[in-house]
């Protein structure tokens, strides 16, 4: 059974060790990379958890198996920007990045924000299929990938209000 959480400042140590090992075995899926984040110390960690910032959740298959996280831009008040989807690849294929997306979205409905964006590498089809499945579409804008200039992310968008599921 797996169990879908959002965690605090005070589970910090418990992002940091999912986020690493993510950047570790998948680091052309995300904008940052490994070298800085593995220089962050716990007072960073912390801060980047504040709750006016955004929301971590976390799947638990009695470990610890997924993260998401969502995080709120300064310069859009209509936004979450949906950061830091992985799966552990032996948990990969049961769709509990699905689960940890619902939760994202189900956060960007009770603070009534009408848009959750993401960016996708061309080429993670994995990952492309599941946001389209769950109503994201690309939106056109394409930019370089920040932690590998060599490969372009695409823009996905998706209104959290269109989705069915329980609140
Ligand atoms: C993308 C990702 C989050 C999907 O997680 P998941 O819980 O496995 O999602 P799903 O179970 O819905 O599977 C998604 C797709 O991966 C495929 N898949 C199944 N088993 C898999 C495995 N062992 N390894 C890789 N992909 C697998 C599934 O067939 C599915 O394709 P489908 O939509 O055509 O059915 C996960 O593959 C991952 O963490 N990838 C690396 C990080 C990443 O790309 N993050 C997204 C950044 S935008």
Redesign the pocket.
Known sequence: MVEIRRIGAEDWALWRDMRLV?LGD?PD??GASLDVERGYDEATWRSRMQPGKGVQVVAFNDQPV?IVGGYLPEDDADLVELIS???M?S????????LLVDDVLRWARELGRPTVG???TEG?E??R??FE?IGFSANGEREVLESNPKLYCNRMICDPRTRQQPD
């Open positions: 993510a998948s899926s995300f997924g989807m992985w799966v690849p948990a990969r294929g049961r769709r509990i990045a699905e993401l960016f996708v993670n994995p990952a299929r599941l499945r």
